[in-house]
């Protein structure tokens, strides 16, 4: 199934609660929130206090991106809170197959993504673990950039070894997608579509309801 998952991070912070309830009004099934701890990306974004505070505007998935060095240190912080999804950068953590557990005794769905210059092979040893990999089209850090093409092959690659292992895991795309590179990114074999400002620039609910035209599967 093809789902939409706005990232929070673009949203107008001092109507927040609005803003999540815009995007799941118009039919958004997940809310992707950004952890950023300024080291592992330069920016810091927001963190537990929030997440706990926008628990109660929606029912919707949370899809938690954790851009955090040492990931399993907060795994069962961001469970309490209510994440549904927590998916952290294999590059950030020593043993990935050691988070993967964690959230799984969580009792909650583990992602695991990779930076643009890490390779798709480099996830092989955890393709059988996960419920979603994420494959960041932009360097993590910031909203509001460019979609990398070679990014975009890297879904394929993904895809196909996914395929041949007899697995449907989710793949989500997550920086610079827009109305014009989103149909590349889903026939390239993507179903989980982050948008940040695609979704919060302009008229939430309006941009949420026309992305989710280009989802309806075919
Ligand atoms: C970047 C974040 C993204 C970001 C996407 O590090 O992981 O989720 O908010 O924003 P856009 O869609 O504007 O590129
Ligand atoms: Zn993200």
């Not at 005794?105 to 210059?117: H, M, N, S, V």
């Not at 089209?137 to 975009?152: A, N, Y």
């Not at 697995?167 to 997550?174: A, M, Y």
């Given at each position: 199934?093809?789902?939409?998952?706005?990232?929070?991070?673009?949203?107008?912070?001092?109507?927040?609660?609005?803003?999540?309830?815009?995007?799941?009004?118009?039919?958004?099934?997940?809310?992707?929130?950004?952890?950023?701890?300024g080291?592992?990306?330069?920016?810091?974004s927001?963190g537990?206090?929030?997440?706990?505070?926008?628990?109660?505007?929606?029912?919707?998935?949370?899809?938690v991106?954790?851009?955090?060095?040492?990931?399993?240190?907060?795994?069962d912080?961001?469970?309490?809170?209510?994440?549904?999804?927590?998916?952290?950068?294999?590059?950030?953590?020593?043993?990935?197959?050691?988070?993967?557990?964690?959230?799984?005794?969580?009792?909650?769905?583990a992602?695991?993504?990779?930076?643009?210059?890490?390779?798709?092979?480099?996830?092989?040893?955890?393709?059988?673990?996960?419920?979603?990999?994420?494959?960041?089209?932009?360097?993590?850090?910031?909203?509001g950039?460019?979609?990398?093409?070679e990014?975009?092959?890297?879904?394929?690659?993904?895809?196909?070894?996914?395929?041949?292992?007899?697995?449907?895991?989710?793949i989500?795309?997550?920086?610079?997608?827009?109305?014009?590179?989103?149909?590349?990114?889903?026939s390239?074999?993507?179903?989980?579509?982050?948008?940040?400002?695609?979704?919060?620039?302009?008229?939430?609910?309006?941009?949420?309801?026309?992305?989710?035209?280009?989802?309806?599967?075919?």
């Amino acid at each position: 199934m093809n789902i939409l998952s706005p990232s929070i991070l673009a949203a107008d912070f001092k109507n927040l609660g609005q803003e999540i309830r815009s995007v799941d009004d118009a039919g958004a099934q997940y809310v992707h929130i950004d952890v950023m701890d300024g080291v592992f990306v330069p920016s810091i974004s927001f963190g537990m206090p929030v997440i706990e505070s926008i628990r109660s505007a929606t029912g919707r998935v949370f899809d938690v991106h954790l851009m955090i060095v040492d990931p399993v240190r907060y795994v069962d912080e961001f469970v309490r809170l209510g994440a549904d999804i927590i998916t952290f950068h294999l590059e950030a953590a020593d043993d990935p197959g050691k988070v993967i557990d964690r959230i799984h005794e969580g009792g909650k769905k583990a992602g695991i993504t990779i930076k643009p210059a890490t390779p798709v092979s480099a996830l092989i040893p955890f393709l059988g673990e996960v419920e979603m990999v994420l494959i960041m089209t932009v360097e993590p850090g910031f909203g509001g950039q460019k979609i990398i093409p070679e990014c975009v092959e890297k879904v394929r690659q993904l895809r196909a070894l996914l395929t041949e292992r007899g697995l449907d895991t989710d793949i989500e795309v997550d920086g610079g997608i827009t109305k014009e590179n989103i149909k590349e990114v889903l026939s390239a074999g993507a179903n989980v579509i982050v948008a940040g400002s695609a979704v919060f620039k302009g008229n939430t609910y309006e941009n949420t309801a026309q992305l989710l035209q280009y989802l309806i599967d075919k």
